[in-house]
């Protein structure tokens, strides 16, 4: 059984900054992409950022380039999202999920390439 746990989220005001944390179990990890998504109140999910799964490739969407940095370490089965100067608008739900096929070569920004979702983590950014 595949496991997505999430952590890390949190209150910040704007400016700081969060590390967030998905732990996988279940899955050989290093074999898949994975993913960062974000739900805001009344928005429909949106891309964050994601990672190969040899780690070599990083994705991410506009809004967040330059403040955010995906990473992974296989060896704990842990992917993480650096935050820094974190704004307002940042503020949401966000998921970690993992790629739907093994060593996909160039990751979705998607959320339907992904079959397997964290429980998610509140991140609230305050002006």
């Known amino acids: 059984q595949v496991q997505l746990v999430t952590s890390g989220g949190g209150l910040v005001q704007a400016g700081g900054s969060l590390r967030l944390s998905c732990a996988a179990s279940g899955r050989t990890f290093s074999r898949y992409a994975m993913g960062w998504f974000r739900q805001a109140p009344g928005k429909e999910r949106e891309f964050v950022a994601a990672i190969t799964w040899s780690g070599s490739s990083t994705y991410y969407a506009d809004s967040v380039k330059g403040r955010f940095t995906i990473s992974r370490d296989s060896a704990k089965n842990t992917v993480y999202l650096q935050m820094n100067s974190l704004k307002p608008e940042d503020t949401a739900v966000y998921y970690c999920?993992?790629?739907?096929?093994?060593?996909?070569?160039?990751?979705?920004?998607?959320?339907?390439?992904?079959?397997?979702w964290g429980q998610g983590t509140q991140v609230t950014v305050s002006s």
């Open positions: 999920a993992t790629d739907r096929f093994t060593f996909r070569q160039t990751p979705s920004i998607l959320a339907s390439a992904y079959d397997y």
